[in-house]
């Protein structure tokens, strides 16, 4: 098995990669980059590993619709975060912390 360096959230990962699976994993890591980058920037959460489970279900919850929406109608890659989007990272957040138990909220 191949291994491919990869950087997320200004973190260098070294990952097992099957063979001729490179290019796919370089995409799906820069997704999940893009997706991390977002949500930090959106300055609601400062801890990576909320971030990186925010980016996941983010990422899982819009995998179907992804698919089935035209690349046009998408927004652009390192866009502003619509309203939408902040509640929905709001919300996110909150089941989160429920699920966690966790009473030092970043909301």
């Known amino acids: 098995m191949k291994q491919l360096e990869v950087q997320i959230m200004g973190q260098s ?3 097992g990669c099957p ?19 977002k949500i930090r920037e959106a300055g ?5 590993d909320r971030i990186a489970v925010l ?6 919850f819009d995998t179907p619709e992804v ?11 390192g866009a502003a975060l619509q309203p939408d989007e902040n509640a929905k990272i ?3 957040i909150k089941r989160l ?3 966690l138990g966790r009473d030092d909220q970043l909301i």
Do not use: H, I, W
């Not at 035209?70 to 927004?75: G, K």
């Open 97 to 99: 912390d429920d699920a």
């Open 19 to 37: 063979e001729g699976g490179e290019a796919r994993l370089l995409n799906v890591a820069g997704r999940v980059d893009q997706a991390m980058c």
């Open 67 to 77: 698919a089935a929406t035209p690349t046009a109608s998408r927004p652009a890659s």
């Open 55 to 60: 980016a996941a279900l983010n990422l899982a």
């Open 44 to 48: 609601k959460v400062r801890a990576r």
């Open 90 to 92: 709001n919300q996110l």
């Open 13 to 15: 990962y070294l990952l």
